[in-house]
C-alpha cells in the first residue's frame, strides 16, 4: 500500500445508507425537498467517535429517481439530502473528528431518466456511454430502471474520473463501488490509476458478492473488496448451529491476506438485519468475531443497537432494513436493556480492536470446533487474541490456547489453559 493510503490500515467504519437515515421519501414525489437533510447524519458523528470508529460509509448521496441507485446526476447532490455545501459541511464535521468519508459511486449503471440517457435515445452522442445487447439496452440483473453504462467505451471511463475526481476534490478520501463484480476488471485498472496520480490517498473497494476475491483486487487495482464470504460464514454458522461453517470461511479469508486486506462486515444496507439474522442475544458473539480477525471492519449503523429488519424480496423490500433513523442519538437511559448491552459490547470490542491495530492483517487459526462452541487464534510472531464463543445452552470448557486474560465477554471464566463458558457465553482473550 502507497504510504498516502496508509490511514486505511486503521480505518473501521459506520456504514450508513443516508436516503433512509435522514427519512428522505424513497418512492413518493416530494413538492419541495427540506433543506440540510445530511445534517441529520452531522449530528451522529459524535455516536460514531464514541463507539472507536474512524470512518462513515456513505450509501448514495447523489440525484436520483427513488432509491439511489438509479442515479439521473452524479454530480449533484441529491436535492431529497441537500446540497454540495451540504454535504462540504458533513465532510468538514467528519475530518474535525479525525472521521474519514467514503462515497458510494455507482458506476455499473446509471437510471433510465438520466438525461445522458434520455439524449442517447434521440440518437446523441451520448449513446457512447450505454452498452447494447443484440441492438437493446442493456440492463442491471434484470432491473429496467437501471442501464447499463459501457465499460469498453473511452467515454465512460472519462465520465467516471471526473466524477472521482470532482468529490475527491471536494474532500472525501475514498469510493466504494457499487456492484464492482458486474463490472470488468479492465475498466477499473483504467479509472483507477489515473485518479490515483491525483488523489494519492484514496482508498477504493469493490462491491463483490461473488468470484475470485484476489484475482478481482489484482486486476482491478482495487484496495479491497467485500467480504460476503465472511459475513455469510458469520450468520449461517451462528443462526445454523453450525460454527463448521465459520471455520470453512475463516480459512478462505485468511487466503486472501496474502493479496489484500478484506472489508468485513456482519450487516449492511442490503441484507437482513444482524439481530434479526441470528436473533439480538447473540449478536456480540458476531461482533466479537468481526473485531478479532482480518480485515476492515464496518458496523452498519443501527447494529450496534440492536435494531431488527428483514429484507423481502419484494418493492419496497429493503425498507425495513433501511429505516430513518432519531434525529439525534439515543441516550443509554432510553434504551431498551438488549439495545444497551449490545452498544455497551459494541464499544468494548472495538476498543479492543484499536489497542491490537495489528489485528488487521494477522491470521486466524481455529484452535477448536463444534457445532456449538469454537475458538479462534488470531496472532502475530509477538501478540495474540483468542476468542471463545458458545452458542449452545450448555456450559463449555474450551483451549485458551495460552492466553491469560480476559479483554471482554460474558458469562467467561479464564482457569490457566481452560475458558469455561456459560450457555451463549462469549470471550475475548489477551495472550
Given at each position: ?59 448514495p448521496i447523489f440525484a436520483s429517481s427513488t432509491h439511489g441507485y438509479d442515479t439521473t446526476d452524479l454530480l ?46 434521440d440518437g446523441g452522442p451520448e449513446a457512447a456511454l450505454f452498452r447494447l445487447d443484440g441492438g437493446e439496452v ?282 469455561h463458558l456459560a450457555p451463549r457465553g462469549w470471550a475475548v482473550l489477551g495472550g
Amino acid at each position: 500500500m502507497a504510504d498516502e493510503r496508509a490511514w486505511a490500515e486503521s480505518a473501521m467504519w459506520w456504514h450508513v445508507y443516508p436516503l433512509g437515515f435522514t427519512g428522505a421519501p424513497i418512492r413518493e414525489a416530494e413538492a419541495t425537498h427540506p433543506p440540510h437533510r445530511l445534517a441529520r447524519i452531522e449530528a451522529w458523528l459524535d455516536h460514531v467517535v464514541e463507539l472507536g470508529l474512524n470512518g462513515i460509509a456513505l450509501g448514495p448521496i447523489f440525484a436520483s429517481s427513488t432509491h439511489g441507485y438509479d442515479t439521473t446526476d452524479l454530480l449533484r447532490v441529491d436535492p431529497r439530502l441537500g446540497d454540495d455545501g451540504d454535504l462540504d459541511r458533513l465532510v468538514a464535521a467528519a475530518h474535525e473528528r479525525g472521521i474519514r468519508v467514503l462515497l458510494d459511486g455507482v458506476f455499473n449503471h446509471v437510471g433510465r431518466e438520466h438525461p445522458a440517457f434520455q439524449a442517447a435515445l434521440d440518437g446523441g452522442p451520448e449513446a457512447a456511454l450505454f452498452r447494447l445487447d443484440g441492438g437493446e439496452v442493456a440492463v442491471f440483473e434484470g432491473h429496467e430502471a437501471l442501464v447499463a453504462l459501457d465499460h469498453s467505451s473511452d467515454a465512460t471511463v472519462d465520465l467516471v474520473v471526473e466524477v472521482m475526481d470532482r468529490w475527491l476534490q471536494r474532500g472525501i478520501d475514498g469510493w466504494r463501488l457499487d456492484a464492482a463484480y458486474s463490472v470488468p476488471s479492465a475498466f477499473w485498472a483504467r479509472v483507477l490509476p489515473a485518479v490515483r496520480e491525483r488523489h494519492p490517498h484514496a482508498w477504493f473497494v469493490g462491491e463483490v458478492i461473488h468470484g475470485d476475491y484476489a484475482e478481482i483486487v489484482q486486476a482491478s487495482t482495487m484496495d479491497a473488496v467485500t467480504q460476503y464470504e465472511l459475513w455469510q460464514g458469520i450468520w449461517h454458522g451462528i443462526a445454523d448451529g453450525n460454527l463448521f461453517e465459520l471455520e470453512h470461511a475463516i480459512g478462505r479469508h485468511d487466503d486472501l491476506l496474502a493479496t489484500f486486506v478484506p472489508y468485513t462486515f456482519v450487516g449492511n444496507h442490503d441484507v437482513t438485519r444482524i439481530a434479526s439474522a441470528i436473533g439480538p442475544d447473540l449478536v456480540p458473539h458476531a461482533l466479537a468475531i468481526l473485531m478479532t480477525v482480518a480485515g476492515t471492519p464496518a458496523i452498519y449503523a443501527g447494529d450496534e443497537l440492536g435494531m431488527l429488519g428483514i429484507k423481502e424480496e419484494r418493492v419496497g423490500g429493503d425498507d425495513a432494513v433501511r429505516p430513518e433513523m432519531p434525529a439525534t442519538p439515543p441516550s443509554v437511559d432510553a434504551l431498551d436493556p438488549a439495545a444497551a448491552r449490545i452498544l455497551d459490547v459494541t464499544r468494548q470490542l472495538v476498543a479492543v480492536r484499536r489497542r491490537h491495530p495489528w489485528l488487521t492483517r494477522a491470521h486466524t487459526d481455529v484452535v477448536a470446533v463444534a457445532n456449538g462452541a469454537i475458538v479462534l487464534r488470531t496472532a502475530t510472531v509477538d501478540a495474540s487474541i483468542v476468542t471463545a464463543l458458545s452458542i449452545g445452552d450448555e456450559q463449555v470448557r474450551l483451549p485458551a490456547a495460552d492466553a491469560r486474560e480476559v479483554l471482554a465477554g460474558e458469562g467467561a471464566t479464564l482457569e490457566g489453559d481452560v475458558v469455561h463458558l456459560a450457555p451463549r457465553g462469549w470471550a475475548v482473550l489477551g495472550g
